[in-house]
């Protein structure tokens, strides 16, 4: 089974700096996708970025990056330049291996940006 | 332009009532989901498709029941059997073929909040 695990509830960052969320996983299957989600006080969910586990590079979308260690089984969302826009509900999540599976979320990190 | 919608967007219901939430997609996705939502909490599944006619339980499908007689259209009926159903609603649908890849993003519609009385 797979399992998505985003340790830190709440998170503050300065406008401007830099701020790293979490999140570690678990899969026994060698290919599967992870994925982040941005959901606003709205509800909507808003998709931010993807890294497959076959991908040699880490991926980056703007100002979004993503620290992906295989090894360590972390895929660990870097904002740069927070804005407080960014403030919301980050959430990582996986599905593997064919693309109709859902995906599994973990149980996500609120970003809130100071101004 | 293409999306998926959620309708309503707020539902009160009485205890002791099914209720029947919407979700259509012009998406041309083959599969669909549907999630709940927990204050502070994340998404758990409740039920999906992969193609019409058939769908498949989530962890927490007790309480719930679905149908996809069309590909476009997921309905989620809520019934009396589910004890706490006050909550909010995401569906959600992929492209779903092949393999997993960055194309194979899930799409969320707007959500549904509801609120048993």
């Known amino acids: 089974a797979q399992k998505i695990t985003q340790t830190q509830p709440g998170m503050f960052v300065q406008e401007k700096e830099a701020v790293t969320l979490d999140c570690t996983y678990d899969t026994s299957d060698p290919s599967y996708g992870l994925f982040w989600y941005k959901q606003p006080s709205s509800g909507e969910m808003i998709f931010l970025i993807y890294?497959?586990?076959?991908?040699?590079q880490n991926a980056t979308e703007g100002r979004y990056s993503l620290n992906f260690q295989k090894a360590r089984k972390s895929a660990n969302l870097v904002i740069s330049a927070s804005q407080l826009g960014d403030s919301a509900m980050y959430f990582c999540a996986m599905r593997g291996p064919s693309g109709n599976t859902p995906l599994v979320f973990g149980k996500g990190t609120r970003l809130s940006v100071i101004a | 332009d293409g999306g998926i919608t959620q309708s309503p967007k707020y539902l009160f219901r009485k205890e002791g009532q099914n209720v029947t939430l919407s979700c259509e997609q012009n998406l041309n996705h083959d599969a669909m989901y549907w999630y709940r939502q927990d204050p502070g909490q994340g998404l758990r599944l409740i039920y999906y498709?992969?193609?019409?006619?058939?769908?498949q339980k989530g962890d927490i499908a007790e309480g719930y029941s679905v149908s996809r007689e069309k590909k476009e259209s997921f309905p989620l009926t809520v019934t009396s059997a589910q004890k706490n159903p006050t909550a909010f609603y995401l569906c959600a649908s992929t492209l779903g073929r092949g393999l997993i890849n960055r194309y194979n993003e899930q799409f969320f519609g707007p959500g549904t909040r509801l609120t048993v009385l």
């Open positions: 498709s992969q193609i019409v006619n058939d769908f």
């Open positions: 890294q497959g586990s076959y991908d040699q």
